[in-house]
């Protein structure tokens, strides 16, 4: 296999590079180094037999979820997603312990144990779920899009799907419904190359995934997935003409996953070359290092949250593992919706 491009994650074209503080730089590194170091310790747990079933892993595409998450009233908008979710979980605001405790199957955990790794939901912060089958999400957060829309409450729902689940018949019947109402959805496809383990030129006629709306006519923008601030201006654009009432969009994220597409995948289809070129070139979080040495912070800033990272990831993995199992009583709770007295 031929050593790929080191533009692999790069979009053809990339807005004027965004600007923000040293504040808001430190913030982002902050959100996505807790996401890369939560994962790295799920992918542990997973190896020791703590955490069942399958784990997808969101390490390389950290910038996505943290660039998107500032355009998000968190509790008023709506976030759902496919099952690679633990990133977007965090970014909304979940307690690490609480999706630390769901993946290792406890009762603390924010679906008391029975949602695992794949099918994790929290009202609260507008965060309603990751689902295991490929697509599905997308015609769920178009519902969501109806309903913000049918309330006139101004509520935007962010649809995340992959490059595998673009080509998904249910994701073109929702894009008409949502143009046809002009809801309030961003979808945003997080093109991190490869799907399963197909790459995209071998499994889509097109690859221009922002443009899959353009039968239906919405209209959608290409952005470099691996840069948190052009990701979070794509996302704050499209938000904008959202609340205003303009419709959907489609926001591509070119970016690039790490590991396998889940923990029990070797990624045998891409060589460990192509793999370190990204790693070294492309980075989310070394990329935003070199914008924080730019906007003047020191080591001492960075040490300071990498410390305190450390703390948080492992009081999460703590608080899983001396977290009792969930009773087998809880079979039979959460299953239907008690009728209002």
Request: charged share 25%.
């Amino acid at each position: 296999m031929a050593k790929a491009p080191s533009d692999k994650t790069k979009p053809k074209t990339i807005p004027n590079a965004p600007q923000a503080s040293k504040e808001d730089l430190l913030r982002y590194y902050r959100e996505m180094v807790l996401i890369r170091r939560f994962e790295e310790r799920a992918g542990q747990l997973y190896g020791m037999g703590l955490i069942g079933g399958f784990c997808h892993l969101y390490i390389g595409q950290e910038a996505v979820a943290v660039g998107v998450q500032e355009s998000v009233k968190q509790g008023h908008d709506k976030i759902i997603t496919g099952y690679r979710d633990h990133g977007h979980m965090l970014c909304a605001g979940m307690d690490p312990k609480e999706v630390m405790a769901e993946l290792t199957g406890r009762i603390g955990g924010s679906s008391k144990g029975k949602g695992g790794s794949m099918h994790m939901f929290d009202v609260p912060t507008g965060f309603y779920g990751g689902h295991g089958i490929v697509g599905a999400q997308v015609a769920l957060g178009t519902g969501l899009a109806f309903a913000g829309w049918y309330r006139g409450d101004d509520s935007v729902s962010f649809v995340y799907f992959g490059d595998g689940a673009a080509n998904q018949g249910q994701v073109y019947e929702s894009f008409n419904m949502a143009q046809l109402w002009k809801l309030p959805a961003i979808y945003i496809i997080e093109n991190n190359q490869y799907a399963m383990g197909t790459s995209i030129e071998r499994s889509s006629a097109t690859t221009e995934l922002f443009q899959r709306g353009a039968s239906f006519g919405i209209p959608g923008e290409q952005v470099d997935g691996m840069d948190v601030l052009a990701v979070r201006d794509a996302a704050a654009r499209a938000v904008k003409r959202a609340r205003e009432g303009g419709g959907p969009f489609i926001l591509e994220v070119k970016t690039y996953r790490y590991r396998g597409h889940s923990m029990s995948d070797p990624a045998k289809y891409r060589t460990k070359e192509e793999v370190d070129e990204v790693k070294k070139t492309r980075d989310p979080i070394e990329h935003i290092k070199g914008l924080l040495d730019q906007a003047g912070a020191t080591e001492d800033d960075l040490k300071s949250i990498d410390s305190e990272i450390k703390a948080i990831v492992a009081e999460a993995v703590q608080f899983a593992q001396e977290s009792p199992e969930p009773d087998p009583s809880e079979l039979y709770t959460d299953v239907y919706v008690e009728a209002a007295q």
